[in-house]
């Protein structure tokens, strides 16, 4: 634990337990990663404990990640919201007027080096963000 | 002849202008022949019957230089022209005919109307079967009112002279000339509008299949593009998931591996050669899955305003590898443009597909032009090559995924599916011009406040010509 003291949290969102598997090994080194499996679950661990930063799944079985993320919107609006998903039609995120919803989008299958810049980026941003400037 | 030939021609020819007017011109001429000879044998008859008047020797000659010139008409016959000129010729000898006969004679009879056997045959031949009949009809009233009025000792009274007799008959001919060629000018021009109008409404009728014919091909194939973008976005779908963690997975057993003990033979042959090999797949994979998966919807992404001629520079940049190697050179023409809504990264790469394939179809130093302009709404980009070209069979399937002409291992097919899906999620259209051995030219339009579409329809229209 090389950063342990300003090491921060994550907590990652998928029904698909070998991506969410995939993305804790991936980002193990550098957050501290908590894994859940479906947007209830994962409201269930906000409440438990703080958490800086979401990266949820969009198409999941229950709740989908635009609901998940508004709720965590809603309730906790200090905690940087990332989506990952694979194939989905954002438009309706992108077109509500106001603060987005989502702080950035990534897509599947993720690049490593950009994921993670993406999310230190994130993390490092203080104010909500107001830029939903679409990833290449 | 001339003019008062192309003025009877226009009135009495139902057939001019028709490419069988020859051979309806030599039937009418053979009327007119035979009437004149059946003229020549009752003038010769009554010759040889009353000797002793004056009338009989007349009439003869009068039939027999008409017969000489139907005769002639028939045998120097080339042209419609002779038509026209027997009608006149008949129409002469019945007026001039009867009068002298009338005169001669000592008063009209209307037993001596028998021409107007030969009359039925000649308005048939010349005015068509129910014209020709109606003017029939007509004439057949003649012989029938003059008959009553004989009977009546109304018309040429006994003790009229023969000059007054011959001129009333005359006269009443004419007006029946007249009253022939007035009605032939009326059906005919009643016929000649239907004509129009049927020949209209075949136009229309041809257009609109044509129309159709084109309507249901486009169909189809964009039935058929729909149908491969809903299969590809299936199997997009359901291969992106597993590569998500594949591709992490195997990333992050490369990164660690050197961490990993074990046999040092096999850790060398998995860390230099197994993982980057299979890191390798992987990418072409993922690279072929992103491009089935722009081919099926377009990348879900925020429109954003950009200079559409700042991103073809950025692609022809791209493209420079490719085109230098074909050692083709590009002409670019880029007009002033509004800024437009859209993709731009996108575009771009719908720009470096066109650039590249136009470099891959051309001869070396072939030129390849760029162009962009605006219209009201819209602008439009083409890129046109002097290459090979395509046949109306590769252009119809031009926009199909994994659909190629290269050689297997040079293009996987999808570079034109991905501008299809690229230029559909921009509400754009794609018009492609190719002829085998001259070339291609590929335009694509789009809408300068294009919006994001919830579900790109599918059904992109694009126009396909070819140019030969």
Redesign the interface.
Known sequence: LRYAPVMKTLLVVDDEVEIAKALRRLLRSDFKVELAHSGSEALTRLEQGPVDLVLSDFRMPGMNGAEFLSVVQERWPSIRRVMLSGFTDFTPLLSTSGEPRVCEFLRKPWDDADLVAVLIRQLNATSPATDPSPRP | LTNPVSWLMDRMIPWRGDPGASEQALKAELVCGVSGLFGLMGGAFALLMSFDTMANPSLALVCGVSAAVHATNLVLIRRREAVAAACLAVSIEMVVLMGITAGLMHGYRSYDSGWILCAPMLAIFLLGVRKGALCSALLAVQPLVFWYLEAAELFIPSGTTAAASAVGVIVSNCALLLLVLGVGAIYERAHAGRRSFLAGTIAKLEQAHRGLATAHQQLIASEKLSSLGLLA?GV??EI??????????V??LNRDFEKLGGDQELHREYGEEVLPATLDGIRRV?AIVGDL?RFA?G????F?EYDLNHEIEAAMRMAHGKVSERRATLQVDLGRLPPIRG?P?QIMQVVMNLVVNAAHASPAGAVIRIATWSSEDEVAIKVQDSGTGMSPATIARLFEPFFTTKPIGEGTGLGLAVVHGIVAAHSGRIEVESSPGVGSVFTVWLPVAAQ????PSHPLTHGVSAFH
């Open positions: 976005a997009a779908h992106n998931n597993p590569m998500a963690f594949i591709t992490s997975n990333s992050a993922n998966r919807q990348d879900p992404e925020t954003i993709l990264r994001c579409l919830a579900a």
